[in-house]
């Protein structure tokens, strides 16, 4: 593959995902269609190119060369309420108190599987996936615009993969995962309460000296609005998986797989505006001047979540098969997201995750309906990570969710077929509680000292579409 192959390819995958969907956290829940169907309980199926995913392991029972390219398109429906947040001063921040247009209306995330047989002990994968995505756009004037106004978390995984077939039983599998991250995350700065504040202390009477000796008018401190935060950051990093897949007979299969954590060091810059505080940038020059926030490069470190799933398939007779999968997520991989802006004497923006690990548990079934069309369901719960309501923040505002999925594949002739899938999750409603234990008063940390409380309320359809070819 040439290198300019390869970056249309990284292209078009970062320009498709948006919205978090399906898994917990900021993992994106599909990343397969045919897998899709059965809420993701396939793992030990090992039926198509996309096992190199759930199980490289499963790539020793495909013959030829097989190529799987997909979409799935995320339709999320979510709205929040405000049950009264706060500014660092205690007083209401005001705002809109409830939002329901902050999701994107669609978006779509690619997903392209190749595997090929060597010999007979030897198959070599190749996967290009999604894992990780989030897109909320909330209105800069909402109640809770001094955690987040705007968060976007794109990622694109490459996965080559090798498998070894031992015998008819026993096959292992492995992989190299490189993966791109790119985020940006924006927030309202709290430059009113900021005002207030000062207004009871020398800083203010020295605000006002400052300001009419420069030629502004100080009188427009009292109609201040806010200011405007964005940092953004972009990384590769580098992991890997392994599988192992038994299988006693012909018609049972068990697997288990694992993924390794990826440390990941975003690097890119931080912004802050101060043009809108008022229609005076002599007093928004002196406003931002005190606040001690200057435009700087930025940095983030963070680790994804180790993953390890144990799965079962069974074939009970011509028609119908029978499959489960349990999947174990490190999550507490992602405590504090520590913001450090990088040459200045700024102390570091701190976000609150403290997760927890989780579980996903999913049943799914096929059924042969005829020699052209299989058909396939499934049900899966996954926990969400966040521990508590006081550690919800907006960025993620996830909840233990429930899926429901159906799908089924067409052979268009012998050596094509289609793939379609649609999942309904029904997320539990999400309350949040949240404190940033910063504010704009003190030098060794950046925050608002905002509270954010209100109600979050999800649910979304996925939507998939592959296209399967067996050289």
Known sequence: MNQKTLTLIIAAALAAVSATAGASGYRFGSQSVSSQGTAEANGAEANDASTVFSNPAGLSRLEGKQIMGGVTAVVPHSSFQDTGSTRFTRGSTG????????APDVVGAPSLYYSQKINDKWTAGFGMFVPYGTNL????????????TDIKLTSVTLNPSMAFKLDEHHAFGFGVDAEFMKARLAQGVDVPGTIAAAGTTATGAALVRQIAALGGNPALLGTAGDGH???????????????????????TRFGIAYRSSIKHELRGGATWDFSRVTTDQVVNGVLQAASH???????????????????????????????????????????????????????????RQQWKNTVRVALGANYKLNERVLLRA??????????????????????????????????????????????????????ANYTNLCNPTLTSCTGNGETTRGTWKTHMSLVGLAYNYKF
């Open 378 to 431: 499934g049900i899966a719960h996954d926990d969400g990570p966040v521990r508590s309501d006081t550690l919800r923040h907006a960025a993620l505002p996830d909840a233990d969710r429930v899926q429901l999925s159906f799908g089924a594949n067409w052979k268009v002739t012998p050596n094509s077929s289609i793939d379609v899938a649609y999942s309904y999750l029904d997320f539990k409603d999400a309350d």
């Open 293 to 351: 926030r200057v435009n700087s490069a930025a940095r983030v470190e963070l680790r994804t979540p180790e993953t390890l799933a144990v799965n079962a398939f069974h074939q009970f007779n011509d028609k119908w098969a029978g499959m489960a999968d349990v999947t174990w997520t490190k999550n507490s991989r992602m405590q504090n997201i520590d913001i450090e802006f990088v040459g200045t004497t700024e102390g570091d923006e701190v976000i």
């Open 137 to 148: 756009s909330y209105d800069w004037g909402w109640s809770g615009r001094y955690a987040l």
């Open 229 to 251: 935060a964005e940092v953004e950051g972009k990384d590769w990093g580098y992991g890997f998986n392994l599988g192992y897949m038994y299988s006693p007979d012909e018609n």
């Open 95 to 102: 705002g809109i108190k409830s939002q329901d247009d902050y």
